[in-house]
């Protein structure tokens, strides 16, 4: 399949419950990491599920504006394959040298813009439809979801642009009336606005699934440490509004990208490849039925223990979880119940112990981990 090893999907139709629903496909930031999306828009297809709504952040609003304006999958996976560092990024090497630390950015403008005008056209978002394209206004410090009702008689290509334009490396954009910047600053994921009016939200997190452990970050220099920094940021905003989610059901669907920089440009098939394998394996777990609101799927049986050797007594873990974690008379954190079921939001106090002395077991898979808990429950 142009070059890409997609296995076949069953003809059967798993999650048969979403095909005649109205859908909202949520495309989160990530910078190259989110050619996952192309794999995920893949499956979808060949799964029958085709959203009315899109909505995205950074990359995730090219990929959505593409796709909207019927950019065929086909011609975005060869546009990532061929996309290089060039094609991005050009040092503002003018702006530096005569404005200093008063210049907008580290790189300039045009490579994004044409970028994003190849595969968005020239028309007000009013007249694409069924896009909604996540940015900050960069001077009220507020986030602004282009394409919303009274929010659609901008240019496409300008608020793409602007969702793109992360601080410090591109500068910001006028859209409309507003000076606004990349959304991922506020709201990498924006579930809550793109769910309104929906039966069912599919969210893919490209940008902050499993943050890791970054080793000689200080020493790769500016953008590296900035877009560390910037991850983690991203992660701990997103925590709230998944663990508190009150919407339609959301199937959360995180790619196995993590391991790879924002920026890197040489892996857009194993991008593409894993956005494509996380959906096959996420839509597989639902279970027959409709799903309920304010839930958030797929959902899986686990088991947590902690390490008394390991636990050091911070109690840190308590105090991210005080209904799931307890200190008992020794001063060492234990579990109240052993088992539960959890969604991939589910979990994120685990990665947080210093010791790594909790551990989620797989019911499904029976495999050991001390990351946090939506990655036990994605390995396979």
């Given amino acids: 399949m142009h070059g890409l090893s997609f296995h076949l999907a069953e003809e059967r139709l798993a999650a048969s419950w979403l095909v005649p629903q109205r859908v909202a496909l949520v495309l989160g930031g990530g910078g190259l990491k989110g050619f996952a999306h192309i794999g995920v828009m893949r499956a979808l297809e060949e799964r029958h599920i085709l959203p009315v709504r899109y909505a995205g952040t950074s990359v995730g609003a090219l990929i959505a504006a593409a796709r909207v304006a019927g950019v065929s999958l086909e011609e975005m996976e060869r546009r990532a394959i061929g ?6 990024f050009r040092l503002n090497r003018v702006g530096m040298l005569i404005e200093r630390s008063r210049t907008s950015s580290l790189y300039l403008e045009q490579p994004l813009r044409e970028l994003v005008n190849a595969v968005t056209p020239n ?4 007249d694409l439809g069924s896009l909604l394209v996540n940015t900050v206004d960069l001077e009220r410090g507020t986030i602004v979801m282009w394409g919303l009702p009274g929010l659609e008689n901008v240019n496409a290509r300008d608020a793409v642009y602007a969702s793109c334009a992360l601080p410090g490396f591109f500068p910001p954009a006028k859209v409309g009336e507003r000076v606004c910047v990349d959304g991922g600053t506020i709201d990498n994921l924006p579930t809550a606005i793109a ?5 069912a939200v599919i969210a893919v997190d490209v940008g902050n699934t499993d943050l890791g452990r970054a080793l000689d970050v200080t020493r790769r220099g500016f953008a590296a440490i900035y877009m560390r920094a910037a991850s983690v940021m991203m992660h701990a905003l997103q925590l709230n509004p998944l663990a508190t989610w009150s919407g ?16 890197e440009f040489s892996h857009a098939e194993e991008m593409i490849q894993a956005g494509y394998d996380a959906t096959m394996s996420a839509l597989d777990e639902l ?3 409709p799903l309920a609101r304010n839930l958030i799927y797929p959902r899986r049986r686990i088991r947590l223990s902690v390490n008394r050797e390991k636990c050091i007594g911070c109690g840190v873990c308590t105090a991210l979880a005080p209904r799931i974690m307890k200190m008992d008379s020794h001063g060492k954190a234990y579990a109240s119940k052993a088992e539960h079921e959890w969604s991939p939001a589910d979990g994120e106090f685990v990665g947080h112990c210093p010791t790594e002395a909790i551990t989620v077991e797989s019911l499904t898979s029976r495999r050991l981990t001390t990351r946090p808990a939506e990655q036990a429950t994605v390995d396979r």
Wanted: proline share 9%.
């Fill in 123 to 126: 028309v007000s978002l009013r």
């Fill in 83 to 88: 996309c290089s560092k060039r094609d991005l």
């Fill in 248 to 263: 339609p059901p959301m199937l959360l669907i995180r790619p196995r990208v993590g391991h790879r920089d924002w920026f």
């Fill in 195 to 199: 769910s309104l009016g929906m039966d």
């Fill in 287 to 289: 279970v027959d039925g």
